[in-house]
């Protein structure tokens, strides 16, 4: 399973770190990514990383503010993001590919429940 | 980018009906698509993959058509379970990988 936190309120222009714990699998055998989900709206790919953490790749909309990241020793993939804007809330969800170490081979077969991040003043 | 784009919008179907969803892509994504349902306050799970293989523990009832560009999602008898929204996804080319805008599966 997956579980997520680090959510939260900050104001435009700050910063939150999230975090994704990972579980009942071989955590550094697959790619992880984030997708996020305004509030009444769909699905959107935020940001994936390969097994090894050696790779990693972004939507056009983050690019530059986010960093995607994994501990594999801890299981832990993290997203770190900087410059928050009022158009990045949203519930930000983890999930697993499942193929494999490469991302983008494979649909997204472990979800987690989310975290909230609101970005407001 | 590939627009992955869903009709109708919202379906409203009679419990025990089948309910046909469709997903178009922008261009040919071959058979890199999965199908997700979503409930209210739920994380995406995963229906179908790879256009038209069942993911573990997904009912017989659901099933995935098309390659290329055009793609169905048939639930074949609809259950109270069942409503909710369902979104695809395409993996052929990205990043990004990218979502349609979902159909909501209501009852009538």
């Known amino acids: 399973q997956l579980v997520e936190s680090g959510g939260g309120l900050v104001q435009p222009g700050g910063s939150l770190r999230l975090s994704c714990g990972g579980s009942?699998?071989?955590?550094?055998?697959?790619?992880m990514s984030w997708v996020r989900q305004a509030p009444g709206k769909g699905l959107e790919w935020v940001s994936a990383?390969?097994?090894?953490?050696?790779?990693?790749y972004y939507a056009d909309s983050v690019k530059g503010r986010f960093t995607i990241s994994r501990d594999n020793s801890k299981s832990t993939l993290y997203l770190q993001m900087n410059s928050l804007r009022d158009e990045d809330t949203a519930v930000y969800y983890c999930?697993?590919?499942?193929?494999?170490?490469?991302?983008?081979?494979?649909?997204?077969?472990?979800w987690g429940h989310g975290t909230m991040v609101t970005v407001s003043s | 980018e590939i627009v992955m784009t869903q009709s109708p919008a919202t379906l409203s179907v009679s419990p025990g009906e089948r309910a046909t969803l469709s997903c178009r892509a922008s261009?040919?994504?071959?058979?890199?698509l999965a199908w997700y349902q979503q409930k209210p306050g739920q994380a995406p799970r995963l229906l179908i993959f790879?256009?038209?293989t069942r993911a573990t523990g997904i009912p017989a009832r659901f099933s995935g058509t098309g390659s290329g560009t055009e793609f169905t999602l048939t639930i074949s008898s609809l259950q109270s379970e069942d409503f909710a929204v369902y979104y695809c996804?395409?993996?052929?080319?990205?990043?990004?990988?990218?979502f349609g805008g979902g159909t909501k599966v209501e009852i009538k």
């Open positions: 990383i390969t097994g090894s953490g050696g790779g990693t």
């Open positions: 999930a697993k590919d499942g193929f494999g170490a490469t991302p983008g081979l494979d649909a997204f077969d472990i």
């Open positions: 996804q395409q993996y052929n080319n990205w990043p990004p990988l990218t």
């Open positions: 009942g699998f071989t955590f550094n055998n697959y790619a």
């Open positions: 790879d256009a038209s």
């Open positions: 261009q040919s994504i071959s058979s890199d």
